[in-house]
């Protein structure tokens, strides 16, 4: 088997510049398909920023876009644990009245706000089929009327 020549002198085998090629291929369909620059990072649904991967919560978002997060009257919402071992509180930032639905919006999308698996809080933009499911069940989001 002939051996290819490097740039520094040495040989290469042909084999490893087959599998070296290979996993480029397969690197390279993976960005096609994510968008992003690796396997460890994922975009965020809103803005399209690069965020940490995270299969158990693929589609939360970034910390930027979380601090927007509106109820259905457009007042800005704060999250949180209610204690050390957890739990979920959401209130509006302008009062400090306790906000009662899981249900937020970022810049016109739905998304969902609970406890993360280990603590802390994680939103999550609702995909289009998911949204319909909880439409269906729970009913249409109503602002508050003041």
């Not at 071992?85 to 009062?95: P, W």
């Not at 306790?98 to 706000?113: D, L, N, R, T």
């Not at 729970?138 to 003041?146: A, E, Q, T, Y």
Request: with cysteine.
């Amino acid at each position: 088997m002939r051996m290819e020549p490097r740039l520094d002198g040495n040989s290469v085998h042909p084999r490893a510049i087959m599998v070296f090629q290979n996993s480029m291929i397969r690197i390279s369909s993976f960005r096609r398909r994510t968008g992003t620059k690796d396997m460890n990072e994922q975009q965020c649904p809103i803005c399209r920023s690069l965020v940490k991967a995270n299969p158990r919560y693929p589609r939360y978002l970034c910390g930027s876009c979380a601090s927007m997060a509106t109820a259905p009257d457009n007042r800005l919402l704060s999250f949180g644990n209610t204690g050390i071992a957890g739990g979920y509180v959401a209130i509006y930032r302008d009062t400090g009245e306790c906000y009662s639905s899981h249900v937020c919006f970022v810049k016109g999308i739905v998304c969902w706000v609970d406890e993360a698996r280990f603590g802390g809080i994680v939103i999550e933009a609702i995909d289009p089929e998911s949204l319909q499911r909880l439409i269906n069940r729970c009913g249409r989001p109503v602002p508050n009327s003041k």
